[in-house]
């Protein structure tokens, strides 16, 4: 089993910085990815950014290249989330999220293919 918590998430002004934390506790020794989703009200949970565990290779969404970064240590087993110029668009519920195999059922967009998932963090961007 994984655990997986958040923390960081907060209000902030439009323009603003936060960085969010997610702590991995458990059997992570596998871990092939980790990922940020976020769900604001009434839409979908969709992927933010992802790491690769092994290589620390990126991926971003469109809507928040440029502006976040996504960063790990893994001596620490923690994954981070550096949010910069932050919008009252990015105000969500941010999840962390856990990929253990790697598997190519799925895109890794897709949520079905994270294992764990942490129990979210509310992230409030004031205009």
């Known amino acids: 089993q994984v655990q997986l918590v958040e923390s960081g998430g907060g209000l902030v002004q439009a323009g603003g910085s936060l960085r969010l934390s997610c702590a991995a506790s458990?059997?992570?020794?596998?871990?092939?990815?980790m990922g940020w989703f976020r769900q604001a009200p009434g839409k979908e949970r969709d992927l933010v950014a992802r790491?690769?565990?092994?290589?620390?290779?990126?991926a971003y969404s469109d809507s928040v290249k440029g502006r976040f970064t996504i960063s790990r240590d893994n001596a620490k087993n923690t994954v981070y989330l550096q949010m910069n110029s932050l919008k009252p668009e990015d105000t969500a519920v941010y999840y962390c999220?856990?990929?253990?195999?790697?598997?190519?059922?799925?895109?890794?967009?897709?949520?079905?293919?994270?294992?764990?998932w942490g129990r979210g963090t509310q992230v409030t961007v004031s205009s």
């Open positions: 458990g059997r992570t020794f596998s871990t092939y990815a």
């Open positions: 790491i690769m565990w092994s290589d620390a290779a990126t």
């Open positions: 999220a856990l990929d253990l195999r790697g598997s190519s059922r799925y895109s890794y967009t897709d949520r079905a293919r994270y294992d764990y």
